[in-house]
């Protein structure tokens, strides 16, 4: 596998570890960030109160101890993932207790309220803000009712100030951190794109690619008259090289023959494997004649071909060739027509190229 593939593979996989701990990574440091910088608005509201010290241990040990233990329990757990889950309903829970320790603040409050909601929709949609958001309404009762419902709404200036940093910094994170992911996912989709196009033994495009780009060749030959060609290479008695040799050294085959054509062709030309034992090329602004010298070239090349995994092996492929006419209605006529060519070759002895010549 390549490097893309392995990674998107792994991104792609229903239980992926790597994945799991780069989402654990992820929410770390927009943890470290929020609560070091929502620390601030609190203390100001615990400053004007005149908190006792263990209130100031709590926060300092929320605010810059526990984003460290909740990443160790979720790198260290076995289902990561899930562990972190749980880390985000205790964040929510914490902060419902910091509410209520605040006596609902205006500001303070309220932002740390908005804040524990749109981080946990963006991490895991309106179901996963539903739990979080009944954890910190619990635990803000809790508290409220163990300190005798005490509510003080007015914030000052001073509360504002302190609050101003959580206010512009951690927006601007969580926004940045979702335009990343969707840019992400944007480029995993290309990817998988390109890979649904790409022949996996071979790495040559595929049938489905090649088709769709023989219908723009024969679109555009329909308007400009611009010559083209369809070629498919057939391998001869590939059968027999599987059934001596085996599968591996067959792969081992398709993927020389893959490479020899990629080698021979030009730019502007599609190779891709068809299927099976069969190829196909598509050429721009070639003619039958020269699709032929290239054909001549290719069995050449094939029939020179060593391979170390079977000394003695030798293979050969017959070719046919078919140029675009304005009968064609479809690549599959295309194709059709080009197959008979090869068709041709096969019955007349193999290791050959045939060109059909006319309209049928
Ligand atoms: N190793 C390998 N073999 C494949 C693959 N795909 C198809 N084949 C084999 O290719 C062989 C094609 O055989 P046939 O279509 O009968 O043709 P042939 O033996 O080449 O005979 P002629 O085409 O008449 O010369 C079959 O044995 C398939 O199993 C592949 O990805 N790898």
Redesign the pocket.
């Known amino acids: 596998m390549t490097g893309t593939k392995a990674a998107l593979a792994e991104d792609l996989a229903p239980d992926s570890l790597a994945r799991d701990l780069r989402f654990v990574r992820r929410i770390h440091r927009m943890r470290t960030l929020g609560l070091g910088l929502g620390v601030l608005p609190i203390a100001s509201v615990l400053y004007q109160q005149q908190a006792p010290p263990f209130v100031w241990a709590a926060l300092f040990l929320n605010g810059y101890v526990w984003p460290h233990v909740a990443y160790l329990l979720a790198r260290r757990s076995r289902q990561p993932a899930r562990t972190e889950f749980r880390n985000l309903i205790v964040d929510s829970a914490l902060g419902g207790m910091w509410i209520a320790v605040m006596q609902f603040n205006l500001l303070p409050s309220a932002l740390l309220a908005v804040m524990l909601s749109v981080d946990k929709i963006g991490v895991a949609g309106w179901r996963f803000l539903a739990r979080t958001a009944a954890a910190q309404v619990l635990a803000c009762a809790a508290v409220s009712a163990a300190l005798g419902f005490p509510v003080q709404l007015q914030s000052t200036m001073f509360n504002i100030f302190a609050s101003l940093p959580f206010l512009f910094a951690y927006p601007t994170a969580l926004s940045t951190a979702a335009y990343q992911l969707g840019r992400k996912v944007l480029r995993q989709n290309q990817q998988l794109e390109h890979l649904n196009r790409i022949d996996d033994?071979t790495g040559l495009y595929n049938r489905r690619h090649w088709e769709e780009a023989a219908a723009r060749e024969l679109a555009r030959y329909m308007r400009t008259r611009r010559p083209a060609v369809v070629m498919m290479i057939?391998?001869?008695?590939?059968?027999?090289v599987?059934d001596r040799h085996g599968?591996v050294v067959?792969?081992a085959?398709?993927r020389s023959v893959a490479e020899a054509l990629k080698g021979a062709v030009r730019e502007i030309d599609t190779p891709a494997r068809y299927?099976?034992?069969e190829f196909c090329v598509l050429l721009a602004e070639t003619s039958a004649h020269g699709a032929r010298e290239l054909a001549e070239r290719l069995r050449a090349l094939v029939e020179r071909m060593e391979f170390p995994q079977a000394p003695g092996l030798h293979c050969t492929i017959?070719i046919g060739i078919a140029e675009a006419n304005r009968l064609l209605v479809s690549v599959e006529d295309w194709v059709d027509l080009a197959d008979t060519a090869m068709y041709r070759a096969?019955n007349s002895g193999?290791n050959r190229a045939e060109v059909i010549r006319g309209l049928v």
């Open positions: 033994i057939d391998l001869d008695g590939f059968k027999q599987n599968h067959g792969d085959v398709l299927g099976g034992d017959s096969k193999r």
